[in-house]
């Protein structure tokens, strides 16, 4: 009887660590997270945001929508752009995707087949 309880005795003292040894994969996983996807997506969002505080009149821009268009006057919240000759819309800045320069750069060059 005695040879049950000191096993159970030593297994508590070994059981401390190994439940802090638990953890520490959950922790190196949420580490892993962080740098692969939480930090970079929280850059891309705060450029964004420094993007849209620096738009100016005569700047080429992209809705959300897929809307191509020039700025011809902002204000705090919203941005009225010129989509077409004398065809003018009001959106919010939030709708401003980005750069129409910039989205042209990145769409590959169509081949054609011959």
Known sequence: MNG????????AAVGGFANIAQFVPLVLIFIVFYFL???PQQKKAKEHQNYLANLKKGDKVITGG?????????TDTVVTLEIADNVRIKVTRAAIAGS?????KQQAPAKSGG
């Open 4 to 11: 049950v309880a000191w096993a159970a005795d030593a297994g």
């Open 37 to 39: 996807l939480i930090r």
């Open 66 to 74: 897929g809307m191509y268009g020039q700025i011809i006057g902002l």
């Open 100 to 104: 129409a320069s910039e989205a042209d």
